[in-house]
């Protein structure tokens, strides 16, 4: 009889005749803190047959800590944020069962789709460009590329504590921050003369073209998978402060930025 007894408690224990939990921890994957009050949403992977296998939900609480008490055995689940521009970086397929450790999961405030956007506080934003691309040539058949609109007033600024987010695995390829870099001489181009411009990751040494990089401080570039593609997350001050351009080799746009802090002229 102890026996009979005994062996009915392992299995109300244990979740042992169809149903177990699992419980994690939600943070925020840029600081590592607990993230309080967020619905997490797990369903099964493959999709089960057994509708009332599908789906469960439940809230993080102050420490972040969450639990699926009744998750169907024998199943996994992916678990999801229904939250806009919140995402869960990696794959977070779950499954009922025991663990010596909490595990964590990452949630990054994120845009829902590809492009270049702009993270301030907790707010997503996403980035216009500025003006079309200007290809021409110098003298000695250098390539010059610029904006064919000069900017002279505000532009959007990376500021401290900001970061600038490169969303989607073709963009984070192709996508380049290089100086714009302002020269108020009278300069012979293929096409003409210009003056009074700003020139698109290079400056003239005389009548030579120069080409001048970013330096970007790789320690302060954060890249994280989210929805199986690359985001990028580059923080206000992996580059010097300046203005910067930024685009693809081919495009035919050009996205102007200010990092650190706007390099607008005080009026």
């Given at each position: 009889m102890?026996?009979?007894?005994?062996?009915?408690?392992?299995?109300?224990?244990?979740?042992?005749?169809g149903?177990s939990?699992?419980s994690?921890?939600?943070?925020?994957?840029?600081?590592?803190?607990?993230?309080n009050?967020v619905r997490?949403?797990?369903?099964?992977?493959p999709p089960?047959?057994?509708?009332?296998c599908?789906v469960r939900?439940?809230?993080?609480?102050?420490s972040?800590g969450f639990?699926?008490?009744?998750l169907?055995?024998?199943q996994s689940?992916?678990?999801?944020v229904?939250?806009p521009n919140l995402?869960?970086s990696g794959?977070n397929?779950i499954?009922?069962g025991?663990?010596?450790?909490?595990?964590?999961?990452?949630a990054?405030r994120?845009p829902d789709?590809s492009?270049?956007f702009r993270?301030?506080e907790?707010?997503?934003?996403?980035?216009?460009?500025?003006?079309d691309?200007?290809r021409d040539?110098?003298l000695?058949?250098?390539?010059v590329l610029?904006p064919?609109?000069k900017?002279?007033?505000?532009?959007?600024?990376?500021a401290?504590?900001?970061?600038?987010?490169?969303?989607?695995k073709?963009w984070?390829?192709?996508?380049?921050l290089?100086?714009?870099?302002?020269?108020?001489k009278?300069?012979r181009l293929?096409?003409g003369f210009?003056?009074n411009?700003?020139y698109?990751g290079?400056?003239f040494?005389?009548?030579?073209?120069q080409?001048?990089d970013?330096?970007?401080?790789i320690?302060?570039?954060?890249?994280?998978?989210?929805r199986?593609?690359?985001?990028?997350f580059?923080?206000h001050?992996?580059?010097p402060e300046?203005?910067y351009?930024?685009?693809a080799?081919?495009?035919?746009?050009v996205t102007?930025?200010?990092?650190?802090?706007?390099?607008?002229?005080?009026?």
């Amino acid at each position: 009889m102890r026996n009979i007894v005994y062996s009915l408690f392992l299995a109300t224990v244990c979740g042992c005749g169809g149903s177990s939990g699992y419980s994690g921890q939600l943070v925020n994957g840029m600081s590592g803190e607990p993230l309080n009050g967020v619905r997490i949403v797990a369903r099964s992977s493959p999709p089960s047959t057994d509708l009332t296998c599908q789906v469960r939900e439940v809230t993080s609480d102050e420490s972040g800590g969450f639990a699926f008490s009744d998750l169907c055995r024998d199943q996994s689940y992916v678990l999801t944020v229904p939250t806009p521009n919140l995402h869960l970086s990696g794959t977070n397929t779950i499954a009922s069962g025991e663990s010596t450790e909490v595990p964590k999961h990452s949630a990054w405030r994120s845009p829902d789709g590809s492009g270049i956007f702009r993270l301030s506080e907790d707010k997503v934003q996403p980035i216009p460009t500025f003006a079309d691309v200007a290809r021409d040539e110098a003298l000695d058949g250098s390539p010059v590329l610029y904006p064919d609109m000069k900017p002279t007033g505000r532009v959007i600024t990376i500021a401290a504590g900001d970061h600038l987010i490169i969303s989607g695995k073709n963009w984070v390829k192709g996508q380049q921050l290089k100086p714009l870099i302002s020269d108020e001489k009278r300069r012979r181009l293929a096409s003409g003369f210009i003056t009074n411009h700003v020139y698109i990751g290079l400056k003239f040494d005389g009548a030579k073209v120069q080409r001048v990089d970013g330096e970007l401080d790789i320690s302060k570039v954060t890249d994280v998978l989210i929805r199986g593609e690359g985001v990028r997350f580059i923080a206000h001050d992996a580059l010097p402060e300046g203005r910067y351009a930024l685009m693809a080799e081919d495009d035919q746009r050009v996205t102007i930025l200010d990092f650190g802090a706007s390099q607008a002229p005080a009026k």
